[in-house]
C-alpha cells in the first residue's frame, strides 16, 4: 500500500460511515483480487471475490449511466464469471494483498 492510498482513507467522510467507490478503485487498482463484502440491495450480506479492470466479454457498447456518478462499483465476479455492480455505500469491508480495511479504517 502507498502513500497516496493511505491519503485516499483519510478523505471518505467519517460521519457517513459509508465508502466511496473510488477508495475502493484505488485499492483493487492493477487488477488485484479482493475479496469485498457488502450489503445487497434485500439486505442480505455477500461476500464476493472480485476484481475490477476486467475486459474480456466487454463489448464496447457501454452503459446507459455512469456508476461512479451513483458510487456503484462495476467488479468483476471471480466464481460466477459475470460482471456485478456494488453500492460502495454499503460495501463493510474490502480484503486486499493482506490489508483488510473496514468501514471505520484499517485493521
Do not use: W
Not at 480484503?95 to 480495511?101: A, F, Q, R, Y
Amino acid at each position: 500500500m502507498n502513500k497516496e492510498f493511505f491519503n485516499l482513507l483519510n478523505t471518505t467522510p467519517k460521519k457517513e460511515n459509508t465508502m466511496k467507490a473510488q477508495t475502493v478503485k484505488h485499492l483493487l487498482s492493477g487488477g488485484k483480487i479482493a475479496s469485498v463484502t457488502f450489503i445487497k440491495k434485500n439486505g442480505e450480506t455477500r461476500i464476493m471475490n472480485c476484481r475490477i479492470g476486467v475486459t474480456k466479454g466487454v463489448t464496447g457498447k457501454g452503459m446507459k449511466y455512469s456508476p461512479e456518478k451513483r458510487n456503484m462499483l462495476t467488479v468483476y465476479d471471480m466464481q460466477k464469471k459475470q460482471f456485478r455492480i456494488i453500492n460502495a455505500s454499503t460495501i463493510t469491508q474490502v480484503k486486499c494483498d493482506g490489508v483488510t480495511l473496514n468501514v471505520n479504517g484499517i485493521v
